[in-house]
């Protein structure tokens, strides 16, 4: 057994583990990841990728890359379809493809209430096993190591480090960390070490199966897609979900212990049978792949760390599939704690930071964990996004899903006056309003001709995004990154076209009002993309903006100059 020592070590390398690895990475922190798996898995798992999740993705460059792998729903799906079989789903023998609602390419997607207010969007939807082989190679890209066949047996943690026992294929040797970050799922070894509760009513339902399976289904498809089809068969119940839309496919299917079953009794032939059952008489040739079984679950942990380790993902909370909320919260949570660690790593902030990862995401957590169950009792809550149905959502306590990815606010000490409530639980627009604690306004500006998102000038780390008439807050930021020793951005976001230089155009001159600012005020911008803080007028820029940074990072404000351990720039960058 021999030491090694890294920055943080990460236990568990899938979905949200991976993601938890490469945010880190790209900060230039120094990570390991250890899996338990000897290697990816090649069961989809959840298939809807968020569009919290592919901002972020956008962020890391892999946004191009995911969609190249995304299944194309570009023209139009049936969402949610129920039938006895699929062959005999009146939805599928209703229309055609060429009666199927469409887009055209580039165009606004029918009733997408994200289209406006998010740069992230994919084609489709994406397998979990799919996502992971992006994110694998990007995590190596980027030097950081992922150990397949390892498993965290032990840790124990001082006021310095962690230090972890490690079993692989060469034995078991120890690593140092200066933090660890649990993303070792639902059951969680490392949560129940450090003794941290969980709350919720945990199981929920029978267990199931899920039945991996390829077949060529467009005969029974007519080339259309749907993302689920409710089975509801005299003799069993399932659900049929689509995968590729054109070979793999899953059978999820419950089985009841108090009965004597187990997900032993469903060997292959039994496979082949409910999936032939599933599809109807004119069921084609079929292959299982694999199956896995698993429970519906809703709990949160009563808290997101104890010491110098955080929970993450699943491991953070259970949350029901129905809305997406699982992984896409777990990828949120990975992306929260990674710019906090980073910086606190590198000198640039206080440890108090990194307790506004709990602050910031347990309630997230809970809200995910919240409606995901709701949504169970009367599934119509969430595939009906229509205004029509906001009365009985309201009357269910049912908040809509744009609501749950991206509508959440933060209050913690990492943001200045938060404005914790939102607006709406119904309408996302509203909550999007550079309140402090918001995700900031999307715009789509150009520099130098070239169109990109508001989100995209944050790049990683803390940006001043001014009014047109915020010249002034380019210096203040100069100033305050030079005397904080911090990475800094800042711009100015003009209407005007003969700006010239590095100018941010916002040909319609909106930003002032949907950040809510004046042309001479200021957001302050988190390097995940929150309003730390909002300036909405031009008074002490410099001294203002220095204050506040202060604040949010903890620094001593005695501090006049400092000097980062690493991987900073004393300058403002801008683009």
Known sequence: MHDARVQVLVAGAGTVGLAATLFLARHGVEVLAVERQTGLSEHPRAIGVGPRTVEFLREVGLAEAVDAVAVDMAGGHLGMIRAESLATAEALADLSPSAAPSAAPGARPLADPLWDLSPGRLRGTCPQNRLDAVLLPAVRRHGATVLYGTELVSFSQDGERVTAILDGPDGRRSVRADYLIAADGVKSPVRAALGIPTTGPGPLGKPKVNILFRADLRSLTRGRSFLACEITRPD???????????????????????AGESARDFTPERCHRLVHSALGSQAPEVEIVSVLPWRIRALVASRFSGGRVFLAGDAAHAIPPLGAFGMNTGIAD????????????????????????????????????????????????????????????????????????????????????????????????????????????????????????????????FTVLAGPRGAAWIQAATEAADRLGIDLGAEVITADPDAGGDAVLDPEGSWPAAAGITPGGALLVRPDGFVAWRAAGLEHPGRELEQALIRLLGLEAEATTRTPTSGTSRNVRRG
């Open 334 to 461: 990975a992306h929260n704690l990674a710019w906090k660690l980073a910086l606190v790593l590198r000198g640039s902030a206080a440890p108090e930071l990194l307790d506004t990862y709990d602050a910031e995401r347990h309630p997230v957590g809970a809200l995910a964990v919240e409606q995901g169950r709701l949504r169970l009792a009367d599934p119509r809550l969430h595939w009906d996004g229509s205004p029509a149905m906001a009365a009985e959502r309201a009357r269910a306590g049912v908040v809509n899903s744009p609501i749950v990815h991206l509508g959440y606010r933060y209050a913690s000490t990492a943001v200045i006056d938060p404005v914790a409530d939102p607006p709406s639980r119904e309408e996302i627009a509203l909550n999007l309003d550079g309140a402090p604690g918001s995700r900031m306004p999307h715009l789509w500006v150009t520099r130098h001709g070239a169109r990109m998102s508001t989100l995209d000038l944050v790049r990683s780390r």
């Open 236 to 258: 069993f119940h399932g659900m049929l979900m689509t995968i590729d839309g054109e070979r793999e496919w899953v059978l999820h299917v419950g089985y009841d212990p108090e």
